[in-house]
């Protein structure tokens, strides 16, 4: 390797090599590096677009960064498959293969026994969202709105409509109270997320409940069963499920920023999804 070094994920030694055609960021393949008994998944990238100003530059473009952060996902997802990956944050890179040991050494006992807390465990993502109710969505252009036959009658309306939007909101807590805690005492582990914005996630509806449960590979079939049995129990209401996702709620870091700059040795951080999509995240 002659690049930059782009680091998705630190794990144990592979049982099987990675998948030939598997690709990362920039279109390179993903290799593993191994040090001290760990391994870290790393792919070269051209300075051009990963040096520090360049970076800078391109975390602003929000197209670049989507494309980046999709083949991120995508070398993680891969090794979620085979393993227990503890991701890094995205556009975590460093100058040369010897930046990366150092950068395993300086977490090694960290490292190692989130690995054995989370072996055998993976992330699932579930969320609640009210359904827009039917005066919020357009009416067809054949059908001319109607209008209220007085001031006291559109004052009445407002007033149920305000009194329905109340109830249907108290519903939606009651049942997603219900379904985390129910979700919660079967997970090994679980987080409370904030509500997604729709303005800012462009998913429609209300979020109600947004949560993250760890579970065990053996449990996981049991686990979306019980998701699928409150689907429909709250007509209104959309329950969604996404995973099995690398658990990255559960690694104990909270990282607010990208990668460090290239060529200082500060140990990247495990990365947690945000949008995620969760990390988009499968169903």
Known sequence: MSGLRYVYA?????????????????????????????????????????AEEPLRAHLEDLDWLAATARAHQGVVDALTVVTTPLPLRLATVFRDDSGVRSMIEAREDHFRATLDRLE????????????????????????PVPKAASGREYLRQRRQQTRASEDMWQKAETFATR??????????????????????????????????????????????ELVDRAKDDVPG????LTGPWATYSFTGETPEEPGEPVGQDVPGEPEKPGAREEPGKKA
Do not use: I
């Open 179 to 224: 379904l985390h805690g129910k979700l919660a005492a079967f997970a090994e582990d679980s987080r409370l997320h904030t509500p997604q914005n729709p303005a800012l996630s462009g998913v429609e509806g209300r979020n109600v409940l947004n949560a993250s449960y760890l579970v065990t590979r053996r449990a996981s079939e049991k686990f979306v």
């Open 120 to 143: 055998g465990r993976v992330e699932w993502g579930v969320k609640v969202y009210m359904e827009p109710e039917r005066s919020e969505q357009p009416a067809p252009a054949a059908q």
């Open 10 to 50: 630190v794990c144990r030694p592979l049982e099987a090599p990675l998948q030939v055609q598997l690709t990362g960021v920039a279109g390179a393949p993903a290799k593993p590096l191994h040090h001290h008994g760990l391994v870290a998944v790393v792919s070269e990238v051209p300075e051009r677009d990963f």
């Open 237 to 240: 209401l959309r329950v969604e």
